[in-house]
């Protein structure tokens, strides 16, 4: 997996955030290998960046017409046998706010975008596969990052 990081939001710690987005994104990677989701040869170049609450809105609102602030958007860009080509735009902001307002943990809601984000890009659409495979690899990455950011 080749990652290329942006924390344009001023997101602190930019070296825990960073190393933690580049880590999990791999291990989502083998996740979706194990669970039969891409096979073994696919190799992912994914383009990350951390921006403010304005900064999404704008975006969200430029490319689907979306005037409000999102957690994360997600951009596929190029689809292969072997190579995925995509962008994942994340809100730190929102996406900790989300974890306050469901009582969970930020890293967990931040691993839940970032599946999200890599089945978008992966081709999948909203439904009950997709989310199925979400929840299957979230599980499985849990035990890993759950408290790395507590």
Known sequence: MKI?????AGFEPTDDIESTVCS?????????VKEGVI???????ISVALVDRDEIKKLNFEYRKNDESTDVL???YERSDEDIQGELIL???IIWENAIEDGIDPMEEL????????LH???YEHGDEMFGIQDLV??????VYGNSMK
Request: aromatic share 6%; hydrophobic share 40%.
């Open 39 to 45: 096979s073994k040869k696919l190799e992912y170049e």
């Open 91 to 93: 809100c730190p902001e």
């Open 24 to 32: 999990v994104l791999e291990d989502i990677q083998l996740g979706l």
């Open 121 to 123: 890009v992966s081709g």
């Open 138 to 143: 979230l599980s499985s990455l849990l035990p």
């Open 4 to 8: 290329e990081f942006n924390n344009l």
């Open 74 to 76: 997600s951009f596929g």
């Open 111 to 118: 691993l839940k975008n970032l599946i999200h984000g890599i």
